[in-house]
């Protein structure tokens, strides 16, 4: 849905935001965005529906239900010639990198404990994660002989939480040769936003103080990790060098592109408002989504901007005995 949005916005939303450079043959990826980001307005003022104060309200950078193609600031600059970006648009797609991000969330933890050092993993939650180690093995590793080739998974992330922290150390027992990041607390459980829908009552004084507190964070570590690669020196060939015009997305161009992945371990709120965010979905609707213990969510990013999630909560890995949402187990609750 994302990339078909980006493609019907892609002659207003972009043009908006492109800046004009004298065409030639190599040119620079990068686009420094003069719009005004998205996010909270401080200077907005009353209440949003009587729910929550209006400066709390995500808005986006462009009107919803368009694409804003410039959404991480490094969109191709344009060269002044829309027939020159739409083959520098195939280049990026063909020569540039597509980044592969797989959200795990953590095992079951005892959650009845204070200190987070004693939040430890629950035997199951220790087998949920040996098992989901074994999958992301797999990943790499491919299938010998088969069309199924391994993964180029580059590192290895995770919050500075003791339950994710558990699950990570599992996880890299079955990812050889994979690097292990410094845990990053940005990305540790908190509140991102408001969810819609809430209840008819305006929302307590501790609900926007955590607010307050939580969001700028997570967004944070939203803008540290999802962006689109950085090509530089892309070469646009001459019109006359350009041989057919297939979809950005056919398969010739997909078997030439380049892909890294990296995986990283945090929590459910975080990670339903990464996909809410990266979906350009408006992040309030995070708590509509679910993700089990130790499932996979997995969105890419190709390298003309466009996001697609292509797993969201997936736990195919973990038997039904095996399936759990914090403390509940199976699916009936």
């Known amino acids: 849905m994302a990339t078909r949005l980006a493609r019907q916005a892609f002659p ?70 829309e027939d020159r970006d ?34 430890k993993l629950t035997l199951l939650g220790r087998q949920q994660a040996d098992l989901t180690g074994k ?16 993964c180029n998974i580059k590192i290895l992330r995770v919050s500075d939480l003791e339950r994710a922290k558990e699950t990570s150390a599992i996880i890299a027992n079955h990812l050889n040769g994979v690097e292990r990041a410094i845990p990053d607390p940005e990305l540790n459980e908190g509140r991102p936003s408001h969810n819609l829908p809430a209840g008819n009552r ?29 090509e530089t020196n892309i070469k646009i060939p001459n019109k006359s060098e350009h041989n057919g015009t297939g ?29 809410c965010r990266a979906l350009q979905i408006p992040p309030e609707a995070w708590l509509r989504l679910c993700t089990f213990n130790c499932s996979l969510t997995y969105l890419t990013i190709r390298p003309t901007g466009t996001v697609s999630c292509r797993m969201l909560g997936d736990i195919g890995h973990l038997p039904y005995g095996m399936s759990t949402f914090s403390m509940h187990s199976g699916f009936n609750w």
């Open 12 to 81: 207003a939303a972009a043009a908006a935001v492109w800046q004009t450079l004298p065409s030639s043959h190599t040119v620079s990826t990068h686009c420094d965005s003069s719009t005004t980001a998205a996010g909270f307005d401080s200077n907005e003022e009353g209440d949003y529906h009587g729910l929550f104060p209006k400066r709390q309200l995500w808005k986006p950078q462009v009107e919803y239900p368009l694409w804003d193609a410039n959404w991480d600031g490094r969109m191709a600059k344009t060269t002044g010639d």
């Open 135 to 150: 999958r992301l093995k797999e990943i790499i590793e491919g299938v010998e002989g088969t069309d199924f080739d391994g």
């Open 86 to 119: 739409r083959l520098l648009k195939r280049q990026l797609r063909k020569e540039g990198v597509t980044r592969h991000i797989i959200l795990v969330r953590h095992g079951q933890y005892t959650e009845n404990e204070i200190l987070d050092k004693k939040k």
């Open 202 to 230: 305006y929302v307590s004084k501790s609900t926007i103080e955590k607010t307050d507190e939580q969001h700028s964070r997570i967004e944070k570590a939203y803008r540290k990790y999802f962006y689109r690669a950085e």
């Open 247 to 275: 979809d950005e997305g056919s398969k010739s161009t997909e078997n030439q592109s380049k892909h890294e992945f990296e995986i990283i371990v945090c929590h459910a709120n975080v990670i339903r408002y990464f996909v």
